[in-house]
């Protein structure tokens, strides 16, 4: 039991790091890719359930941290569009990083 809850852990904080790195160019600290990775974890099984896209690398490790990092970039593009912004701040964004 406390193996898997230390794995599902560090998987979930890798996958929330990986998906800070892709989206934002850094991580979110230790708690907050640990957050972002664990309900990326929830949001990717579900949409690649519902998309029929379950990845089957042939370790479970790999498997949940794929879909995992999946959620977790997803969560952030979907909080990104949903965070109040100015047109201008959107557009600079998509060109120039800050």
Same mark, same amino acid.
């Given at each position: 039991?406390?193996?898997s809850?230390?794995v ?9 790091? #990986?998906a ?6 850094s =991580?979110y600290?230790?708690?907050?890719d640990?957050?972002? !990775? /664990? $309900? ?6 579900y949409?690649?359930s519902?998309?029929?896209?379950m990845?089957?690398?042939g370790?479970? #490790? ?5 879909v995992?990092? =999946? ?8 909080? !990104? /569009? $949903? ?6 701040e ?7 990083r800050?």
């Amino acid at each position: 039991m406390h193996e898997s809850l230390l794995v599902t852990l560090l998987v979930g904080a890798v996958a929330g790091w #990986l998906a800070g790195l892709v989206i934002r160019g850094s =991580g979110y600290g230790i708690i907050g890719d640990i957050i972002v !990775g /664990l $309900l990326g974890g929830v949001a990717g099984t579900y949409l690649f359930s519902a998309l029929g896209l379950m990845p089957h690398f042939g370790t479970p #490790l790999l498997n949940h941290g794929l879909v995992a990092f =999946g959620g977790a970039v997803v969560l952030l593009l979907v909080i !990104g /569009l $949903l965070r109040p912004r100015s047109i201008g701040e959107r557009v600079t964004g998509l060109w120039h990083r800050r």
